[in-house]
């Protein structure tokens, strides 16, 4: 509104004492631009336009212009232009991060195999342990089409480190392919009303990578190009197919009895394995998942128990899947609890991402 007021002082139609200096029309007119602009910018904000940020930098560039020129009268207008030059920054980070997202998560979908689904018999689980056919026959898989892509929807709480006692509220998105075996994950992770993280986690070409953001902007963890990361990556694929069973058929996992109500999972792709051991009830369904897994990705870092555990299950698009999970690590002896887990949304059959 103070642009604006520049913009009617310069055509004589308002005076507007604020600004002691003459302005001349041609730089009312420069005015009138920065009030249209940031306008612009509030209106594209509160629409949640996806590119409102590339505007406010552009209203700050003229405001800021304007500042200079009569800097006596308006210097202090630089504290608001620089606010909103952050909020901008901010925005701009954020719609890179999710455009990476966006971009690598079509590619895995593009790249999955779509070639007509296979019903799932009695036949095809013949080569299975008992409980895992079991659990199969449990899930109502059997007789349905085989899964090859998966959209998950989650919210959750979250613990950053073992110390802390005020859980973070968080909302993640997951895709899933079966052939090839791939995962894309992102969440978004409030910490208090002024501060942010987001986080990326993928499983791909038998590769694995996590990404850990301040703001979009400032990277926490940057974690790849390393065998640790590969394995954790692909273990995490490998407990979470209880959200889409048929997956146990696929030809990268192996399954071996350890009693009767427990198996041994391995998974091998592209070089790289790793292994969990899934526990399930007498009826069959899933209980938890645990593992020696690397908690840290560091030289010196060493696998830790790690355990997933089905607080509740539900029938989803007839199969019956966990919807409610825990997951801990042992550490240094003792079973520190990091996140607990809601499906809000399980879909399969979707190739394409969603915004």
Not at 112 to 117: F, K, V
Not at 143 to 163: R, W
Request: proline share 4%; net charge negative; glycine share 6%.
């Amino acid at each position: 509104m103070i642009h604006l007021f520049g913009f009617l002082k310069a055509f004589g139609i308002s005076e507007f004492d604020a600004i002691s200096q003459p302005i001349s029309r041609s730089c009312g007119l420069i005015w009138l631009a920065a009030f249209c602009l940031f306008m612009a910018a509030a209106i594209a904000y509160l629409n949640e336009y996806d590119y409102w940020w590339i505007i406010g930098l552009l209203a700050v560039l003229v405001s800021q212009f304007l500042i200079i020129v009569y800097w006596s009268d308006a210097k202090y207008g630089t504290i608001l232009n620089v606010i909103i030059l952050v909020a901008s920054i901010l925005a701009c980070s954020s719609f890179s991060f999710k455009k990476a997202i966006v971009d690598e998560t079509s590619r895995m979908l593009t790249n999955g195999e779509t070639s007509p689904a296979a019903v799932i018999s009695e036949e095809m689980m013949s080569d299975l342990p008992d409980i895992v056919q079991k659990w199969l026959n449990d899930s109502g898989i059997v007789g349905k089409e085989t899964i090859s892509h998966v959209y998950i929807e989650q919210s959750a709480q979250m613990l950053m480190k073992p110390e802390q006692t005020d859980w973070y509220n968080a909302t993640a998105k997951q895709y899933f392919t079966v052939e090839p075996p791939a995962f894309n994950w992102s969440v978004s992770l409030q910490m208090n009303p002024f501060m942010y993280v987001v986080g990326r986690d993928k499983f791909v070409d038998g590769n694995g990578e996590m990404i850990i953001k301040l703001f979009s902007l400032i990277p926490v963890v940057n974690a790849k190009e390393n065998e640790k990361i590969d394995q954790a990556t692909l273990q995490r694929y490998l407990a979470e197919i209880v959200w889409f069973p048929s997956a146990a058929l696929s030809p990268y996992i192996t399954w071996a009895p350890i009693d009767d109500r427990s198996v041994k999972a391995t998974m091998m792709y592209k070089g790289t394995e790793g292994s969990g051991i899934f526990h399930f009830d007498e009826q069959g369904s899933f209980e938890k998942f645990t593992a020696m897994r690397y908690a840290e990705i560091d030289e010196k870092s060493e696998p830790k128990l790690w355990t997933v555990t089905a607080t509740r299950s539900e029938i989803r698009n007839g199969v019956k899947v966990p919807v409610e999970l825990s997951a801990k690590w042992k550490l240094d002896g003792a079973d520190w609890t990091w996140l607990k887990l809601k499906i809000t949304d399980i879909e399969y059959g979707v190739t394409k991402y969603r915004k």
